[in-house]
């Protein structure tokens, strides 16, 4: 598989070029991306200093550097410009046009996109991470105050779900692990019955349940294709009896993952 290098360069954190970046790579089939981030570059010296780094490694691989950038500050984007690179400004191609629409100017300011403006926003976000690690793997069935209850066997993709949740939308979710005994009758346990309306199933191929139980317990009961394929026939056949909606998470990512579930239930949020 041919394998190309990106970086990505911001005066903030990065994460919107990272995020964004991700994006447009995954486009691209039969490509492996090998991904290093520069964060906080805001000043032409510290703009050469990451060019230096990305220069070198390219150089070895004979490669054209491709770089996506968050950066706003003209003089650290011109200094970028130079390296000869191919420069990806994911504010660009909307700046202009935007300006042009609302007869403004835009504020050249450094960080903003992550800037803690919204202290609301910020409090739901800490309160439903807090809520989603105490309410995790079944921890505490006190489900009165979360928006949603995500029900699956182990593994199948229910904390990093609720977590992804929590710090984007500040969705209150818990999660439910389907145990042995939960799946020997194809019928809700009785402790979900009561948060019917809030319940969405997940679910996995047996085999890749089985390559992330093996990481995690190897050459165990837990993590034999049998254990996994008798765990997932049994709750997909509870999902389907009780009609909870279900999902597949095998091929899926989390963030599809999550927006598919607040879809269902009708959890309307914005992304902080």
Do not use: W
């Not at 969405?200 to 890749?208: E, K, M, N, S, V």
């Not at 050459?219 to 049994?234: F, L, P, W």
């Amino acid at each position: 598989m041919r394998e190309q290098q990106v970086f990505y360069v911001s005066d903030g954190t990065g994460i919107t070029a990272e995020t964004i970046g991700h994006s447009l790579l995954t486009q691209f089939e039969g490509i492996r991306f090998q991904t290093q981030r520069f964060s906080f570059v805001d000043t032409p010296d510290k703009a050469r200093e990451a060019l230096r780094h990305i220069m070198t490694a390219c150089t070895l691989r004979a490669e054209r550097p491709i770089i996506i950038t968050s950066v706003v500050e003209e003089s650290v984007t011109a200094v970028l410009a130079e390296s000869g690179a191919l420069i990806l400004d994911v504010f660009g191609p909307f700046i202009g046009r935007l300006e042009s629409a609302l007869g403004q100017a835009r504020a050249h300011h450094v960080g903003h996109a992550h800037g803690m403006v919204d202290f609301a926003a910020y409090e739901a976000r800490i309160n439903a991470t807090n809520y989603a690690l105490t309410h995790d793997d079944g921890g505490n069935i006190n489900y009165n105050e979360a928006d949603l209850i995500l029900v699956g066997v182990s593994r199948s993709g229910k904390t990093p779900t609720c977590l992804f949740l929590a710090l984007h939308y500040g969705v209150r979710a818990a999660n439910y692990p389907l145990t042995d005994e939960d799946l020997e009758h194809a019928m809700l346990p009785r402790r979900l019955v009561p948060y019917r309306k809030k319940l969405y199933g997940l679910t996995i191929d047996p085999t890749r349940l089985r390559q992330i139980r093996q990481e995690r317990k190897p050459d165990s009961r837990y993590a034999t294709i049998e254990q996994c394929r008798k765990e997932v026939a049994a709750a997909e056949s509870m999902f389907k009896a009780e009609r909870i909606p279900v999902l597949s998470t095998t091929h899926t990512s989390i963030e599809e993952i999550a927006s598919k579930v607040m879809a269902a239930l009708g959890i309307q949020r914005q992304l902080f």
